[in-house]
């Protein structure tokens, strides 16, 4: 037999000319004092063994996982006994369509192109959801693997699981006796996870939520001309999930919220003005559901590339057109970022994201942000004047892009938003700038995180010279 995967405490050897796999304990050669002690009491042990323990708990899930989540395990399963090895798995093999041995999620993910990458992370969100759901004690996210139908990034694909350890350690299985806590600590891990190894930020709903926003979709979509909706972004803060699908044959993105309904029933009403004014520059908006749990369904920008990645310098006409709009309609966006500009397929550039935009008319805010006033310098571009903050989509945009300079001078200052901050506010802000200095001088340089740090800090110390 042929080793094809090695653990801390179990092998798995592939049988020669078979598609089945042995997956039982190593032997006490090259472990540590602990395991080998622990692997000679429980390699005989029925009830103990890794290995029965992991065969027990797959058939029983059998019964609570739907047939296309419980197809992650494998097909073929025995439990055999022997009188050297004791207590292994037969199992079938794993392989790609070419014959290679799956790769970790996490490697692939960060080997994929933008769009596979995308669909791996919501395949992986569904099976998290799933066994969420069904509070599966899976604790090991990094045991999940990519199965190709041909070789690696060949055809379609599929998610597999064939090290599933489901006995806690701990001295204490409470996990045991509590769903909830199951569910908890899977998400945890989960999260924990792609944050450190596939370095994309994930935060998902609990399953409950999530339910309830597939169920609202269900029910109201077909109604409103939609078809098709996929999960494909959770609890982005404000946010609590992004459906993509169609909206009469049409491709479209839905964003729902329960945290700030009324920063969505804002976005149908401003981003609606704006592609009345100027269909070219900002996407069509096409439908609204009012409510304590709101949502919009808004064009899809097909590629979806953002002036993060893009070189702006192509694009200056565009962004004139765009503050010219907005100044035309009366409208301040509040959010000009690089991300919120997306390259459309006929080349222009459109905004995106009027959520908690400001119609100069009212000048009405989202209750939401007026509770997180540190929220407007972390996440969005305010600077803080005098009195309290500001808000100039011609400034920051001639700030965002100083090849602009001189060409957009003229509108800066004509539509201008503040807020008011109570002193007890602006001092809780002035010892946030500091306590992000403080973290900086403990932050590797050019790592992302230190990145972050210095674009914060440059709203501040540019509000503060302003």
């Known amino acids: 037999m042929t080793e094809i995967g090695k653990g801390s405490r179990r092998v798995c050897l592939r049988l020669p000319d078979s598609r089945l796999c042995v997956k039982r304990y190593r032997d006490d050669d090259g472990v540590g004092e602990t395991v080998k002690r622990e692997i000679a009491r429980f390699r005989f042990d029925r009830r103990r063994s890794t290995c029965a323990q992991e065969y027990d708990y797959i058939r029983s899930l059998a019964a609570k996982l739907p047939p296309e989540v419980f197809a992650v395990f494998p097909e073929t399963m025995e439990l055999r006994d022997d009188p050297v090895h004791g207590w292994h798995l037969v199992e079938s093999l794993v392989l790609n369509g070419d014959g290679s041995v799956p790769e970790r999620f996490s490697r692939t993910c960060r080997a994929a192109d933008a769009d596979t990458r995308q669909r791996l992370l919501c395949a992986f969100r569904d099976l998290a959801h799933a066994f969420e759901a069904a509070a599966v004690r899976f604790y090991d996210p990094q045991n999940v693997l990519v199965q190709w139908e041909g070789g690696p990034f060949e055809g379609a694909f599929r998610l597999r699981i064939v090290d599933f350890e489901p006995a806690s350690r701990a001295f204490l299985p409470v996990d045991l006796l509590c769903p909830a806590l199951r569910r908890m600590k899977l998400r945890r891990r989960v999260r924990r996870y792609l944050w450190q190894h596939v370095a994309a930020k994930y935060n998902p709903l609990p399953w409950r939520e999530r339910a309830a926003w597939d169920a609202i979709i269900a029910e109201k979509g077909p109604g409103m001309g939609l078809s098709g909706c996929r999960a494909f972004l959770e609890n982005k803060l404000v946010n609590d999930i992004f459906y993509e699908g169609l909206f009469n044959g049409k491709p479209c993105i839905v964003k729902c919220s329960s945290r700030a309904p009324e920063s969505i029933e804002n976005e149908y009403e401003l981003a609606s003005r704006m592609h009345?004014?100027?269909?070219?520059?900002?996407?069509?908006?096409?439908?609204?559901?009012?409510?304590?749990?709101?949502?919009?369904?808004?064009?899809?920008?097909?590629?979806?590339?953002?002036?993060?990645?893009?070189?702006?310098?192509?694009?200056?006409?565009?962004?004139?057109?765009?503050?010219?709009?907005?100044?035309?309609?009366?409208?301040?966006?509040r959010d000009i970022l690089p991300s919120n500009f997306l390259v459309a397929p006929d080349g222009h550039l459109r905004l995106i994201d009027f959520?908690?935009?400001?119609?100069?008319?009212?000048?009405?805010?989202?209750?939401?942000?007026?509770?997180?006033?540190?929220?407007?310098?972390?996440?969005?571009?305010?600077?803080m004047g005098p009195k309290g903050a500001w808000w100039d989509d011609a400034a920051f945009v001639d700030f965002l892009f100083p090849f602009l300079r001189g060409r957009i001078a003229s509108r800066i200052g004509r539509l201008r938003f503040e807020i008011p901050f109570s002193p007890i506010v602006r001092i809780r802000l002035g010892l946030l700038a500091g306590c992000m200095k403080i973290q900086r001088m403990f932050t590797r340089p050019g790592s992302r995180k230190r990145q972050s740090i210095d674009r914060r800090l440059e709203r501040f110390s540019w509000s503060s010279s302003s």
């Open 276 to 333: 009345a004014a100027d269909p070219v520059h900002f996407p069509d908006v096409y439908a609204f559901s009012p409510g304590p749990m709101a949502f919009v369904v808004v064009e899809k920008i097909a590629g979806g590339r953002s002036l993060e990645t893009e070189p702006a310098d192509g694009f200056g006409d565009d962004l004139v057109a765009i503050v010219d709009a907005l100044h035309g309609a009366n409208v301040v966006h």
């Open 355 to 383: 959520q908690f935009a400001v119609d100069m008319a009212v000048k009405k805010v989202d209750p939401w942000l007026l509770r997180r006033p540190a929220y407007h310098f972390l996440v969005f571009a305010a600077a």
